[in-house]
């Protein structure tokens, strides 16, 4: 699996912390910045990695900001995105298997390092369950080339 990761100055550490978790597991991640804790902007970063998962370059994504909620706000805008702010295992595991999220935001200043890292874990390893689900994914999916 190929994933994207990218921060703001609010998430720098946290997406360092679970870029070293990602690649101590052998997957690969490219790392789109932020590259220290100066002030940037979030939608940036947002754009070039849910871009990159829309393309098809990469699998998934990971966005971390101050709160998550920037991120998860400008990544939403990119078509064929499904980006799910989580602040628990139980919502990153729902938003895999009810949403089939492909872009995952997280927030440094919200999440306890554990917790987020537990998370990442726990979006990784939950499948998305179709069925039912897949209709409903399937009409969020048509609203945006037929709003
Ligand atoms: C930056 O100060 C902060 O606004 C940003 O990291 C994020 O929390 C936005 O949603």
Not at 29 to 57: I, K, L
Not at 63 to 89: E, H, P, Q
Request: charge should be negative; glycine fraction near 8%.
């Amino acid at each position: 699996m190929k994933v994207a990761i990218g921060s703001d100055h609010g998430g720098y550490h946290l997406k360092e912390t679970i870029k070293a978790m990602l690649v101590e597991r052998n997957i690969d991640v490219t790392d789109f910045g932020t590259h220290s804790t100066e002030s940037t902007d979030y939608p940036d970063y947002a754009r070039q990695v849910a871009e990159s998962v829309r393309d098809g370059n990469h699998d998934r994504g990971i966005l971390i900001c101050g709160t998550g909620i920037g991120m998860s706000i400008m990544a939403n805008k990119v078509r064929g995105i499904r980006a799910a702010l989580c602040t628990s295992r139980q919502m990153a595991e729902l938003s895999r298997q009810h949403n089939n999220a492909n872009v995952l935001c997280l927030g440094e200043r919200i999440l306890e390092k554990h917790v987020a890292l537990d998370i990442v874990e726990a979006w990784f390893t939950a499948e998305f369950e179709g069925g039912r689900h897949e209709r409903r994914v399937n009409k969020m999916m048509a609203y945006e080339t037929n709003p």
